[in-house]
């Protein structure tokens, strides 16, 4: 099969893509409005870009409508927001939070996801999430650069929450224990349970 993705829909461009650039981590998103509403959002085109400084890049696409969503509006009004990684136990709660609400509502008190207050960063944290980034906003970049139908989210981590319960003996974290899903294509997610090693050549 060959795809000529100048003759492909931007609906079919995207299944493409989503169905085979897999597993996405998912970026589970606190962020607050500028009237102090809480939302929660997931993005599966998410990464992390640097270690100096210790950055994440979370792209957030606009609505059907060619509507910011909340997280962009958010992060551009306050520059600050919580990156979670979402392990399996909370895969449920974070499949609810992505229904979509009117910007006075907040996802966390819709969905009954239980928060907890952040340490250097005004958006509260998802309780019970095995890693969390309290990050603030380093720089916003719509793409493409004439008519943007995505932006950029570049989230410098100032803090990260780690529950001990997904580290091993020495400390470092264990894949299985921290137990992450990834995004597949259409309904489909994956599980960081089934994993080998490979030593790097030298």
Not at 109 to 125: D, F, G, K, L, M
Not at 175 to 191: E, I, K
Request: hydrophobic content about 45%; some cysteine.
């Amino acid at each position: 099969m060959l795809l000529d993705f100048a003759n492909l829909t931007p609906l079919d461009r995207y299944r493409w893509l989503a169905a085979t650039v897999t597993p996405r981590p998912i970026a589970w998103v606190s962020s607050l409005s500028g009237e102090g509403v809480a939302n929660l959002a997931p993005f599966s085109f998410f990464q992390v870009i640097s270690d100096e400084p210790a950055t994440l890049m979370v792209n957030v696409g606009t609505r059907d409508d060619g509507a910011l969503k909340d997280t962009l509006r958010n992060a551009q009004e306050t520059g600050e927001l919580v990156i979670h990684l979402v392990s399996f136990a909370q895969v449920e709660a974070m499949n609810a939070s992505a229904a979509i609400l009117p910007r006075s509502s907040s996802e966390f008190e819709h969905c009954a996801i239980a928060s907890i207050p952040s340490t250097r960063v005004a958006p509260p944290r998802v309780a019970g999430a095995a890693v969390a980034f309290e990050c603030r906003v380093a720089e916003i970049i719509g793409y493409p650069q004439q008519q943007p139908n995505h932006h950029l989210i570049f989230a410098e981590v100032l803090l990260a929450h780690v529950d001990d319960g997904v580290l091993n003996e020495k400390g470092r974290i264990d894949p299985h224990r921290l137990d992450l899903v990834g995004r597949l294509g259409g309904t489909a997610y994956s599980r960081t349970r089934d994993t080998f090693d490979l030593q790097r050549p030298s």
